[in-house]
């Protein structure tokens, strides 16, 4: 399947489950007051005929954004339609159990009056209603009819070797999705071949590989299908990438292959920068009133001379310097004894760590055993500099002596108050290599969902204060 085809498919679904889910607990409720129900889901006829419906409608806020989140986290949208029963039901069951429990710890939270045996009920229906509705899709994409209106009739052009590799990935991966009519030597066969193939099958696309073949001889074809109104389909390996992924752009008219090894612009990249904006403002906010960031700071004032907040250049995302802020936790001439204490140091690689560090002061050591002195750099966050999860911003001279250049491209995304690394076990890694190993995995898998479990593993970390150097 075509990617835009499955992300529009994707974009349909994810609707449809909100819809789904929505009536789900809508449901829940409704059915709550029936006797069968309450009593197989243990519900109290007290609480249930005092729970107002209209004082939690406003979880449909919640539920509606959050249920698609769930399912794809579990990987529900990335699979065949009909594909496996047992791969689409279980991640369905796993995204139904979280999304439920997750319903109860945000009932928990709010202290709302809800029927306990609702929130079992709401997971049971929208699970229901969710396999209903795969259901019935599986039955009308299995119908003669939807299989001759929405498989794709498509001819393969290219060298033999590299049709035979097109018809064997087609055949393996998207059988319900394409039907090879016939193939195009592109290396021997005249453009008017394919012309005659065109006139003879009914066909929606031409598939073209042009890794060995000559660039005019593509140039045919793709001409040849624009004047017969026939969509080419033209496959971007000429190069061979380890990491980065083909993408398509246009720039001033002139059609673009973007190759990125990076996290592209997508909704869940504008979740990201919602989430940090509005979740860097909340905990200033909430710092601030109860007061965490006032007693630290006047801590730190009278415990030992010099200024509350240290600075320093960090590089950013794509190497660009950045003033950082924390607490101060080291004596004031804490960069001129550097040198003295780099015998001390027990990171391999161009990064300074050192366990018992004599530069830091009393109460520096506390402030970082719960790394207290980085909460000034949710200022950063908030000016757009950092990220709330994203790897950890190095000084610029650290990030000068890299000695393996693959260690930048921890650099393409914007750094962050916690990563992976520092949830991880970072009290055991002393070899900077496993450290941008880390950094790597997290760019190459990020989604909006990554970021929120590492936000929730960092939360005991901080507590127990494990790892701090």
């Not at 994707?10 to 609707?15: D, G, M, N, P």
């Not at 140091?345 to 506390?366: A, C, H, L, Q, Y």
Request: net charge positive.
């Amino acid at each position: 399947m075509l990617q835009r085809d499955h992300r529009f498919r994707t974009q349909v679904h994810q609707l449809t489950d909100a819809c789904v889910f929505a009536a789900a607990y809508w449901l829940a409720f409704a059915l709550r007051g029936d006797q069968f129900f309450s009593h197989l889901f243990g519900m109290d006829a007290v609480m249930v005929a005092d729970t107002d419906f209209n004082k939690i409608v406003w979880l449909y806020l919640v539920i509606f954004p959050g249920a698609p989140l769930v399912l794809e986290s579990q990987g529900f949208y990335n699979r065949t339609l009909l594909g496996s029963r047992s791969i689409m039901l279980w991640s369905l069951l796993k995204g139904c159990f979280i999304a439920t429990i997750g319903l109860v710890l945000i009932v928990y939270i709010f202290g709302l009056v809800v029927p306990r045996g609702a929130m079992t009920l709401f997971g049971v229906v929208g699970f229901s209603l969710v396999w209903a509705k795969e259901e019935v899709i599986r039955l009308v994409l299995s119908s003669r009819l939807a299989k001759a209106q929405y498989k794709r009739r498509i001819i393969v052009a290219g060298t033999p070797w590299e049709t035979a590799r097109l018809r064997k990935m087609l055949q393996s991966r998207a059988a319900e999705n394409f039907e090879i009519i016939a193939e195009f030597n592109l290396a021997e066969a005249p453009p008017k071949h394919l012309i005659e193939l065109l006139h003879e099958h009914s066909v929606s696309g031409v598939l073209v590989s042009a890794r060995h073949t000559q660039i005019e001889r593509v140039e045919n074809v793709i001409q040849i299908c624009e004047i017969e109104g026939v969509e080419a389909w033209l496959v971007a390996d000429f190069f061979a990438t380890q990491i980065a992924h083909a993408s398509f752009d246009e720039m001033f008219g002139h059609p673009l292959i973007v190759f990125r090894s990076t996290p592209e612009a997508s909704w869940q990249m504008l979740a990201k920068t919602i989430l940090d904006f509005f979740g860097a403002f909340v905990m200033l906010v909430v710092l601030t009133v109860i007061p965490v960031l006032p007693i630290i700071a006047l801590l730190v004032k009278f415990t030992s001379p010099g200024p509350v907040f240290f600075r320093q250049q960090r590089s950013g995302i794509n190497g660009t310097p950045f003033n950082i802020f924390k607490f101060r936790t080291m004596t004031s001439n804490a960069e001129q004894l550097k040198h003295e204490l780099a015998a001390m140091n027990e990171m391999s690689g161009p990064v300074f760590k050192v366990t018992n560090d004599p530069r830091v002061t009393p109460i520096g050591k506390w402030l970082r055993k719960f790394s207290l002195d980085e909460l000034p750099q949710l200022f950063n966050i908030l000016r757009g500099e950092m990220s709330l999860v994203g790897p950890r911003p190095l000084p610029v001279d650290e990030v000068k002596r890299f000695n393996d250049v693959a260690h930048r491209r921890r650099l393409s995304v914007k750094p962050g108050l916690t990563c992976l690394w520092q949830v991880s076990g970072r009290n055991k890694i002393s070899d900077f290599k496993e450290w941008v190993r880390l950094d790597l995995e997290y760019i190459d898998n990020w989604s909006i969902w990554l970021d929120l479990m590492i936000l929730l593993r960092t939360i005991p970390v901080v507590f127990i204060g494990s790892g701090a150097k």
